[in-house]
T-cell receptor, first 116, second 112 residues
Framework: AQSVAQPEDQVNVAEGNPLTVKCTYSVSGNPYLFWYVQYPNRGLQFLLKYITGDNLVKGSYGFEAEFNKSQTSFHLKKPSALVSDSALYFCAVRDMATGGSYIPTFGRGTSLIVHP | DAGVTQSPTHLIKTRGQQVTLRCSPKSGHDTVSWYQQALGQGPQFIFQYYEEEERQRGNFPDRFSGHQFPNYSSELNVNALLLGDSALYLC???????????FGPGTRLTVL
């Protein structure tokens, strides 16, 4: 079985400061990891993904994520937050093991609030 | 290049009624997945269609059914609506079963 945990319901950060949104995962094989962003009353927009290779993945809108296999984490980061980054962020995982589901499992989401 | 589209945007129904939601996949995609996102929750997988057949199904009752058409578009049907069916219903398309999923804007269903 695969699962995702986003331990923080809400993250508050001041504009211009660095931000981190945490995600940990559990899979039986190798993980295929995603971050999505959702603005109010909208669908999910893809930010970035990790399949293999460099542990630091760069994505859209200046976001990046760091894969840590030993800690089974995939935290989302941005060096300097913008008020417009305020939204709901979802981490998702797929198990790449043979016979694993093609369907990603999503976390509960973390609300990011960037204060002016 | 059109992305994933869904209709209608919003829908209000009463308990016991039936509803049909529609999804057109991103150009070039042949697989459609449906998710339910309740308020304050992450998306929960309902089912996936490929080659006009249901390929995988999540933990949802038989009241939830679907269909995929030869042009790859899809419908989600929910019978005997319950208050708890109120949610944002998301459609995602991909190229083949294992492809990366692209999401539509969703249909907001309210059951009164």
């Amino acid at each position: 079985a695969q699962s995702v945990a986003q331990p923080e319901d809400q993250v508050n950060v001041a504009e211009g400061n660095p931000l981190t949104v945490k995600c940990t995962y559990s899979v039986s094989g190798n993980p295929y990891l995603f971050w999505y962003v959702q603005y109010p009353n909208r669908g999910l927009q893809f930010l970035l993904k990790y399949i293999t290779g460099d542990n630091l993945v760069k994505g859209s809108y200046g976001f990046e994520a760091e894969f840590n296999k030993s800690q089974t984490s995939f935290h989302l980061k941005k060096p300097s937050a913008l008020v417009s980054d305020s939204a709901l962020y979802f981490c998702a995982v797929r198990d790449m093991a043979t016979g694993g589901s093609y369907i990603p499992t999503f976390g509960r989401g973390t609300s990011l609030i960037v204060h002016p | 290049d059109a992305g994933v589209t869904q209709s209608p945007t919003h829908l209000i129904k009463t308990r016991g009624q039936q509803v049909t939601l529609r999804c057109s996949p991103k150009s070039g995609h042949d697989t459609v997945s449906w998710y339910q996102q309740a308020l304050g929750q992450g998306p929960q997988f309902i089912f996936q269609y490929y080659e006009e057949e249901e390929r995988q199904r999540g933990n949802f009752p038989d009241r939830f059914s679907g269909h995929q058409f030869p042009n790859y578009s899809s419908e989600l049907n929910v019978n005997a609506l319950l208050l708890g069916d109120s949610a944002l219903y998301l459609c995602a398309s991909s190229l083949a079963l294992f492809g990366e999923q692209f999401f539509g804007p969703g249909t907001r269903l309210t059951v009164l």
